[in-house]
């Protein structure tokens, strides 16, 4: 080996080995700056939010009274028709149906409407809404 290509081997190290120092140096130095940000030891007066409580009572959510409560006799009552309701129900129906087995299992006509026109009016509606929710339904799974 030359005397020229040991002394540009020696400067490459040593160049390697002073790079390597100067990068921990900048790595220790940034460390030690975060360290103190964190620690709350930064010089720096940063302003601080405080927060606005002088709203007005507009904002503030109602209280509930006994008259804005819904009665438990009202819970798991339909508000809808029976024909959105049969509509609905059972497009939805053949739409699962349709789209998980292709079977009709979940066919169900019945209803918990009062007057026997509105469960009639709930079955005609149900069985049209099941037959375009299963037919479309079939349709976008072969597609």
Known sequence: MKKEDSDSHNGTVISVVL?????VFVIVYFKMNADEQMNGKVEENLPVAIPDTSSTSDLFVEEYTEDTLVSSENLGTDTRSAMEAGDEDGYWDGWYDGAETGMRSRYDENSSFASATDRQI????YREGYEKGFAESTKSKKS
Do not use: D, K, P, T
Not at 19 to 23: E, G, K
């Open 19 to 23: 790079f390597s120092i100067l990068v």
């Open 122 to 125: 709930y079955a005609e509606n």
